[in-house]
Structure formats: C-alpha cells, structure tokens
Nanobody, 120 residues
C-alpha cells in the first residue's frame, strides 16, 4: 500500500497563513498527480488544488490567488501554502496521490485529514 501522512493544520486568525504537508511512502513506481481536497460537515468533498505530471496546476476559484500547491519529487511530498485565510476555508483538508505501483497496477491513496480552523 501507499500511505499518506498529513501535517500542518491548526487554528489561525483570518488573514493568517498555514502550510500543509503530505508525505507519501510505500512501493511507488511513479506519481501522476497530487491534490488537496477539503470537506465540511453536510457538504461533499471539494477539490481545492491539483498538481500533475509536468508541474501543471489548477485551483478552485475560491483558492486561486491565495493558495499555492507544490511538490518535492525526491521526498514524494506535496504542500499547500495557504495565505489570506478566511473563515470559509475552515474544513478538514485531505491530500490525495495517484500513480503507479507497478507498470500494471495503479494506486489512489488518501491522507488521514488535517483540521484547518480560521477564526478570530
């Protein structure tokens, strides 16, 4: 199995910043995409940002201009830098990594989730 461990969540005031990290470990042949999702009670999980092979990135409208997704290929780690945080950003954030274990077997793994709370 490919396991993901998240860190970096916490409580911040509006306008503050947080940096989330997600490290993947296990048998990994290659990584195709890394992404961050978030979820609040009563709502479906929302895609926040994704970084794909070649380094292309996409952001949800609510995150663009404030959040930055990046990766460290040597460490199989994905980051989410969150600036100018708003109370609406409060959620549990999950990382997702997709790729290949072998040439014939792919994987789709999720982190355990990390709580981000933006409040005065």
């Amino acid at each position: 199995q490919v396991q993901l461990v998240e860190s970096g969540g916490g409580l911040v005031q509006p306008g503050g910043s947080l940096r989330l990290s997600c490290a993947a470990s296990g048998r990994i042949r290659s990584v195709n995409a890394m992404a961050w999702y978030r979820q609040v009670p009563g709502k479906e999980r929302e895609l926040v940002a994704v970084i794909r092979t070649g380094g292309t990135t996409n952001y949800a409208d609510s995150a663009e201009g404030r959040f930055t997704i990046s990766r460290d290929n040597a460490k199989n780690t994905v980051y989410l830098q969150m600036n100018s945080l708003k109370p609406e950003d409060t959620a549990v954030y999950y990382c997702n990594v997709r790729g290949l274990i072998t040439y014939f077997r792919d994987f789709d793994s999720w982190g355990q989730g990390t709580q981000v709370t933006v409040s005065s």
